[in-house]
């Protein structure tokens, strides 16, 4: 079983549509990252959350800790927003920091 | 600010030769980390470096693969004797003293092994 887990792993959706991406770790962590990647390119680092909220743009990231679980919410959806959306976390471990885990990610498709 | 930078961004190699991917972290940070994506699979963890030291290199493959980030440069990860499953992105990212603040990913290498 995979530490991190992303679902669903593909989602179409309607211009303007509400969208949630869901994310669940099963071990503890020190962060979160919502990553997003478009096909051949680059990856762009929206969020990093340790606990609550936070807003960008369109854009909400949501964590419980206790639940181990982690939201993306875009608002308002548009093409534009088409990509790969990766889950990653930082695993709670001893010494210095060290890299991400990943989830398999979700690939989301907004048509006009 | 360039941000990370990689290079090349497309790299094509015969199986035996030698890959060698570069990054330049961003201005400020001293760690580096290397991933790679292999062809629909997700992002897995090679190493973790700072200035002339590598602190973690348990994704690292034992054999063909050293990473290294020397105190002048780019850090280089190098890919001896390729072979075709060598094939995959290889992103590098950045962060100030390893906290992952402002934790900055590159735009990536592709390596195509022919």
């Known amino acids: 079983k995979n530490e991190v887990e992303q679902s669903p792993q593909n989602l179409t959706a309607q211009e303007g549509e509400f969208i949630t991406i869901n994310c669940s770790y099963s071990v503890g962590i020190s962060a979160l990252h919502w990553l997003q990647q478009h096909p051949g390119g680059g990856i762009v680092s929206l969020f990093m959350?340790?606990?609550g909220k936070k807003k960008h743009g369109r854009l909400i990231a949501t964590i419980n800790i206790q639940e181990k679980h982690s939201s993306l919410h875009i608002t308002a959806s548009h093409p534009r927003d088409s990509a790969v959306y990766i889950c990653a976390v930082r695993l709670r471990r001893g010494g210095g920091a060290d890299g991400l885990t990943f989830g398999k990610g979700t690939h989301l498709i907004i048509q006009p | 600010n360039a941000g990370v930078m990689q290079n090349p961004r497309h790299l094509v190699r015969r199986r035996g030769q030698e890959a060698r991917l570069r990054c330049s972290p961003m201005?400020?940070?001293?760690?580096v980390y290397w991933y790679r994506q292999l062809p629909e699979e997700g992002l897995k963890f090679m190493v973790y470096?700072?200035?002339?030291?590598?602190?973690?290199e348990s994704g690292m493959p034992k054999e063909r693969f050293s990473a290294e980030f020397p105190k002048e440069g780019p850090s280089i990860l190098r890919i001896q004797q390729v072979v075709r499953g060598d094939s995959a992105a290889y992103f590098c990212?950045?962060?100030?003293?390893?906290?992952?603040?402002?934790?900055?990913f590159g735009s990536g290498t592709r390596l195509t092994v022919v």
């Open positions: 201005k400020g940070h001293s760690h």
């Open positions: 470096l700072q200035k002339e030291n590598i602190i973690d």
């Open positions: 959350l340790s606990s």
């Open positions: 990212a950045s962060s100030q003293q390893g906290t992952l603040n402002g934790y900055t």
